[in-house]
C-alpha cells in the first residue's frame, strides 16, 4: 500500500512538472536552402557511384543471362548500353561540377591566405620584441619614489 502511494505521488509530481513547464522552441534548425559548387561537386560524385553501382549490376545481368537464359541476351546487352550511357552523362556531369568545386577551393585558399598575411603583418606592426621587463624595472623605480 505503501509503494503504491509513493508510486502515485510520483507519478502525479511528474505529470505536474511535465504540463506545469514545456520549454519553449527558441530557435528553428533548418536545412541550408542554397547548394554551393562543394555540395554541387559531391552529389554528383555519389550519382556517380549509383550509375556505375547500376552499370555493375548490368553487367552481371549481360553475364548471367548468357549462361542462363541467352534468349534475353540481347535484351540484357540493349539495358547494359542505357546503363553505360548514363554512367557516361553522370561522369561528364562530375567533372563540370569537380572543376568547379575545384576553382571556388583555389579561390577560397587564395582568399584565406591575403587575410591571413594581413593578419600576420598587423602582428608585426606595434611594440613587438621591446624589453618589457627592463620597462618595468624602470617604471618601478619611478613609482617608489
Known amino acids: 500500500m505503501v509503494c503504491l502511494r509513493i508510486?502515485?505521488?510520483?507519478?502525479?509530481?511528474?505529470?505536474?512538472?511535465?504540463?506545469d513547464a514545456p520549454v519553449p522552441k527558441k530557435a528553428k534548425i533548418v536545412a541550408p536552402n542554397i547548394a554551393n559548387d562543394h555540395m554541387k561537386?559531391?552529389?554528383a560524385i555519389s550519382k556517380y557511384m549509383a550509375s556505375s553501382k547500376d552499370t555493375t549490376e548490368a553487367?552481371?545481368?549481360v553475364?548471367?543471362?548468357?549462361?542462363v537464359a541467352p534468349a534475353s541476351y540481347?535484351?540484357?546487352?540493349?539495358?547494359?548500353k542505357e546503363s553505360q550511357k548514363d554512367t557516361i552523362k553522370s561522369?561528364?556531369?562530375m567533372k563540370k561540377a569537380a572543376e568547379k568545386a575545384s576553382d571556388l577551393a583555389i579561390k577560397e585558399q587564395k582568399e584565406?591566405?591575403?587575410t591571413y598575411k594581413a593578419k600576420a603583418?598587423?602582428?608585426?606592426?606595434?611594440?613587438?620584441g621591446a624589453d618589457f621587463e627592463d620597462e618595468a624595472k624602470k617604471l618601478k623605480s619611478k613609482m617608489a619614489l
Open 41 to 43: 561537386a559531391s552529389k
Open 7 to 19: 508510486f502515485v505521488g510520483l507519478l502525479v509530481c511528474c505529470t505536474a512538472l511535465k504540463l
Open 121 to 128: 603583418k598587423a602582428l608585426t606592426e606595434g611594440r613587438t
Open 63 to 67: 553475364v548471367d543471362s548468357k549462361k
Open 74 to 80: 540481347p535484351a540484357q546487352l540493349t539495358n547494359l
Open 91 to 93: 561522369i561528364a556531369d
Open 112 to 114: 584565406a591566405e591575403k
Open 59 to 61: 553487367w552481371k545481368d
